[in-house]
């Protein structure tokens, strides 16, 4: 399943704006969500994970063009065969990130694997090597 397109600009902290030196304000930046494209209701991009306790992962959740909230969510505790951990939040929308792929980031590895067939064996049958 390939990743949702959304995307929100994130302007930056008040107190980071109040801080800034005169002339030198800090400028707004764009988050992905993270889920799978076939999510309804909000949108979700991790910003930070204090220390990976229960909760200590930031989140800014979105919906359509609205206001961007954060919010710190728990961990997924999902694991897939290989006991890699679900990248995302408890109770996500969406597939668990195992099963989401990020259509650019594929298509990248795809380009440099048939560049560079010895570095990426698994992509030697998709690269035409």
Known sequence: MNQ???????PPPDHLVALSPA?????AGHVLC??????????????????????????VRWKGS????LTPLPWCPAHDPRN??????AAHPSAHSWRITDPTD???TLLLARQHPYLFPEYRDEAGS
Request: proline share 4%; with cysteine.
């Open 84 to 89: 890699e951990a679900c990248g995302l939040f």
């Open 23 to 27: 002339g030198h304000r800090p400028e």
């Open 106 to 108: 594929e298509a990248i």
């Open 4 to 10: 949702c397109t959304a995307v929100a600009l994130l």
């Open 66 to 69: 609205g206001i961007a909230q």
């Open 34 to 59: 993270e889920l799978g494209g076939d999510h309804d209701g909000q949108h979700a991009a991790m910003l930070w994970d204090e220390g990976g306790r229960p909760g200590s992962a930031v989140w």
